[in-house]
């Protein structure tokens, strides 16, 4: 259920900004991130290797493909909703085959973090299943970009011609840094900044590049997040807030969302030429659960799941 209500609600976040609209064609998406981008890496990474395939069977698929798509949704993600309105192909994962790349790819994968695989080890912190960072999935279209174009000013021509979406990221960050024992004030005090700063990097490495849109999504309300709610549960009523979110908790999302807006507006300053968006993933999700019925209905019969 929380993957087809996320799913819808964060295309709606990006839309409802005036400059996720069509007033500018482009010809190719380019998508990073981790579950709510990825549309079949981790499948593809994954297979023989870690016993993860959940998401190569129903529910994942069932409400628009009619079958699982290595998405970490019964639905479409925000970069399919996005691809559509921009009347251009799904984007096809990298790890995919035989797919044709010069109207998009994405290479985002669930589980990924801002931060490295050595980071996290460095500081005895809980290792993410894969290493899918922000600067692998660089460094996987820095691979990529030599298959689209061989010269400096034809890959900026590419570039300039295509929307790149760049996250969510820092939302499995925490979750690792949680789960070792840091507090929610550590989070927020060193952590947040650090997962800023790759961030804000990694975009102005695509800006030097000849990337002139980039939609740098925020994140969601972290207390809400089905995870954290199962893995932080508390008998004590006043850790709820009145929409049944761990109040505490989604501090940490939107105090991100916070650095995150700063450092969107120090890149617009850098690059006055260039569209950097911010992506606000974090109210919509609170108004869906102030006014769920206006988002859709579920229901269960004899234990199959449908949707009105």
Known sequence: ?????????????????????????????????????????????????????VFEHLPYGMTYFNKSTGRGCDGRLVVDFIAQNLSLPLVPPY???GQDFHTGVNFAVIGSTALSLEYFRQRN????ATDTSISVQLGWFNQFKTSICNTTDSCKDYFSKS??????????DYT?????GKSISEVKSYY?????????????????????????????PTGCIPIMLTLYASTNKSDYDHLGCLKH?????????????????????????????????YEPVIKFLKNPDKFGELFVINGDINYK
Do not use: W
Not at 5 to 22: E, R, V, Y
């Open 163 to 172: 929307l790149f979406i760049f996250g969510e990221f820092g939302g499995n």
């Open 125 to 128: 912190i809980t290792i993410p």
């Open 1 to 53: 259920m929380e993957q087809l209500l996320l799913c819808f609600l964060l295309f709606i976040s990006c839309f409802s900004h005036a400059n996720c609209t069509k007033d500018q064609p482009y010809n190719a998406i380019i998508s990073f991130g981790d579950s709510y981008a990825d549309t079949g890496n981790f499948v593809s990474l994954v297979k023989g290797v870690l016993p993860y395939d």
């Open 249 to 281: 908790y989604n501090t940490i999302g939107y105090y991100h969302n916070i650095k995150l807006r700063e450092a969107v507006v120090q890149l617009q300053l850098k690059y006055p030429k260039a569209k950097i968006i911010y992506a606000d993933y």
């Open 192 to 220: 947040v900044p650090v997962v800023i700063n790759a961030t804000k990097e990694a975009a102005e490495s695509l800006l030097e590049l000849g990337a002139t849109t980039i939609v740098l999504p925020g994140n969601l």
């Open 95 to 97: 790890f995919s085959k």
């Open 176 to 180: 690792f840094v949680l789960s070792s």
